[in-house]
């Protein structure tokens, strides 16, 4: 069995009967995780390998894990900072904000991988302007030549813990007030401009190695029509073509306000994935997610599959191990002078 286009949620500490049954639905291909999935990291790590083990290869385990207000294990985990500090520490000593980024990505990265997470939906690329209310200090700075020297030492730190990195939320969500997430972000610049600005720290990113992305619920209408997750514009022309991406293009949550434009479950997720997503999220709706996986036609793409396989964690650790080791105690200190 190959993984599936379809990235769905569960809804607690343990899975159910009914749960079961649909991650091992050809559509799905992995599972996201939420605080409301964590008790502790003895549980998480057995959550995790159950899910793991439901089916071949493994079903890709995903958690946003940002830092800040997007940290969705706490009790047993490091508290990470919003990014934004690692910006104020740049604007100091640039040398210093990328050394603590660095270390914080791997941290976040090396705690995860204990516990058998695949990786996390990070780093933010967006542009920090103040603008977005959703955004705010989860960017790492307002100029984006600073957020993609910021992000490149982050997945850097990932990277070495066996984390692939996801850049969001392509082409930028910074420039825009409204949150996504309840209504329909419309950013009414012009292609010049976001590509001179947005955009740039998602080039640097993709000539760095990066390997997913996730689009944004937002609508540039002097571009294109379409929110950028259901554009071939932004997907095909922009990102494949100029932009020369090889990755795994993640939808965001298509349960989210600023994706219902696009019709129903099923209808949105046929359009995000003819528009060149390879995995759609479809989260806090069971209902929805069961009308998906019975109405979403059979979807095989093979160059998809390749890219979702560099998803998976690599350099599995002991979490006792982990927390014995002298370099993860210092990074712990180093990242906890900062929240």
């Not at 809804?11 to 559509?27: K, N, V």
């Not at 985990?77 to 640039?94: I, K, M």
Request: charged content about 25%; overall charge negative; proline content about 5%.
């Amino acid at each position: 069995m190959t993984l599936g286009p379809v990235m769905l949620d569960v809804a607690g500490f343990m899975l159910t009967t009914e749960e079961r049954e649909r991650l091992r639905h050809p559509l799905t291909g992995g599972v996201i995780l939420f605080a409301r999935n964590y008790q502790s990291p003895a549980q998480i790590e057995a959550l995790v390998r159950e899910i793991h083990q439901l089916r071949q290869p493994p079903l890709l385990v995903a958690v946003d894990h940002e830092g800040g207000r997007v940290q969705r294990f706490r009790e047993g985990f490091t508290s990470l900072p919003a990014v934004a500090r690692f910006g104020e520490v740049y604007d100091e000593n640039s040398k210093r904000g990328r050394r603590l980024a660095e270390t914080a990505g791997w941290l976040m990265a090396a705690e995860l991988r204990a516990v058998g997470v695949d990786f996390s939906f990070a780093p933010v690329l967006d542009v920090g302007r103040g603008i977005s209310r959703v955004i705010g200090d989860r960017a790492f700075h307002a100029s984006p030549e600073a957020v993609a020297d910021l992000a490149h030492a982050y997945m850097t730190g990932m990277h070495r813990a066996g984390m692939a990195a996801t850049g969001k939320h392509f082409p930028g969500h910074g420039g825009v007030e409204a949150d996504s997430h309840v209504a329909v972000p419309v950013d009414e610049r012009r292609y010049q401009d976001i590509y001179m600005e947005d955009i740039v720290p998602f080039e640097r990113m993709i000539h760095y190695g990066l390997e997913g992305i996730m689009p944004a619920h937002v609508i540039y209408p002097k571009v294109d029509p379409h929110p950028a997750g259901f554009s071939r514009f932004w997907l095909q022309q922009v990102l494949r073509g100029e932009l020369g991406f090889e990755g795994v293009i993640f939808s965001d949550d298509l349960s989210m306000e600023g994706a219902k434009a696009a019709g129903g479950v099923v209808e949105r997720a046929q359009a995000a994935l003819t528009a060149g997503c390879d995995m759609v999220l479809v989260c806090n709706d069971p209902v929805a997610a069961g009308a998906l996986l019975d109405g979403l036609e059979q979807h095989d793409n093979p160059a998809a599959l390749l890219r979702l396989a560099r998803m998976h964690g690599r350099h599995p650790v002991n979490r006792s191990d982990l927390l014995a080791d002298s370099g993860y105690r210092e990074a712990v200190r180093a990242v906890g002078n900062l929240t």
